[in-house]
């Protein structure tokens, strides 16, 4: 089945109401692996109540619509659908527990050619319902592997963030749990590809795979600990493209470059040799 170009382009993404609690905030971190030195102070702040901080990068979980493209007839073949890149802008210092919205639309659907899949692009509107006051902005591109060449536009896409040649300036190595996957889905992201094996086999993986939005956090965890001292109030924006799929138990190696408020990372899996998320570029204060 091809992708309905007409029919995707013309739906109306549900609007995303979301109470959000202090134990929603502790188990985001809990999930990209905050509190593996309790003794840390730092790491602390994000899984303690007391005097709780939210991760900067629990901004792509705000509003977060779940599998919409699974709620229409789109031609999308679900079992090949993954994470291309992933953003975030905070406009207004994330809440730790409060009533928010979600509002995600698509911006744009990509037709890479038979056998090369599609994207879809999207945009979503983060705001506090209490004053209706802008929270964050994320941006995301879903690859759907199995669904190019339906006759789509080839066109436009964003240039990839370019990675310097010289050597990283900073180096940090974070590690998974073998259980990260089944913790982070709790954080609202219950794709079966994260937890079934026999899922995982029909998509062509030999074991569930880590989320690319916890792949993502874990980098955004090694800026926060390595270039901003573990304060969140220093993270201003981040944006990556996802190369490689990460299995729950990896160490990743997040490698950075600063110049100015820029910080360019790419993030790897030292242990096969495989880059797995790439083009970073997040903002600093």
């Known amino acids: 089945m091809a992708i309905n170009l007409e029919k995707l382009l013309g ?3 549900p609007e995303v109401e979301q109470r959000l609690t202090k134990r929603d905030t502790i188990l985001y971190a809990l999930g990209v692996g905050l509190g593996s030195e309790p003794g840390d102070a730092s790491q602390l702040r994000f899984v303690y109540e007391k005097e709780l901080h939210a991760l900067p990068t629990m901004a792509i979980i705000l509003g977060y619509p779940g599998p919409w ?9 679900r079992s090949h659908v993954v994470h291309g890149e992933q953003g975030f802008r905070i ?28 994207l879809i692009m999207t945009e979503c509107i983060v705001r506090e319902k209490s004053s209706g006051d802008m929270v964050c902005m994320l941006t995301s591109t879903t690859f759907c592997r199995a669904d190019g060449g339906f006759g789509g536009p080839d ?4 240039a990839p963030h370019a990675i310097p040649g010289a050597p990283p300036q900073h180096v940090c190595d974070l590690p998974t749990l073998s259980q990260a996957a089944l913790i982070y889905r709790l954080s609202g992201d219950y794709n079966p590809l994260h937890a079934d094996p026999a899922y995982a086999a029909k998509a062509g993986y030999p074991m569930p795979i880590l989320h690319g939005r916890c792949t993502f956090s874990i980098a955004g965890h090694a800026i926060l ?18 190369s490689s799929p990460v299995f729950p138990g990896e160490t990743i190696r997040t490698e950075m470059w600063r110049e100015g408020n820029v910080v360019s990372f790419r993030a790897t899996v030292p242990s096969r040799g495989v880059t797995v998320l790439n083009n970073g570029r997040a903002e600093i204060r």
């Open 225 to 242: 600990k390595t270039l901003c001292g573990y304060d969140p109030a220093r993270f201003v924006s981040m944006e990556g493209r996802f």
């Open 11 to 13: 739906f109306d993404i």
């Open 69 to 77: 493209h699974a709620q229409g007839d789109f031609g999308i073949t």
């Open 155 to 158: 066109g436009p896409m964003k």
């Open 91 to 118: 406009i207004k210092p994330l809440p730790v527990e409060g009533d928010i919205s979600g509002k995600t639309r698509i911006t744009g659907v990509v037709d890479k050619g038979k056998d090369k899949g599609a």
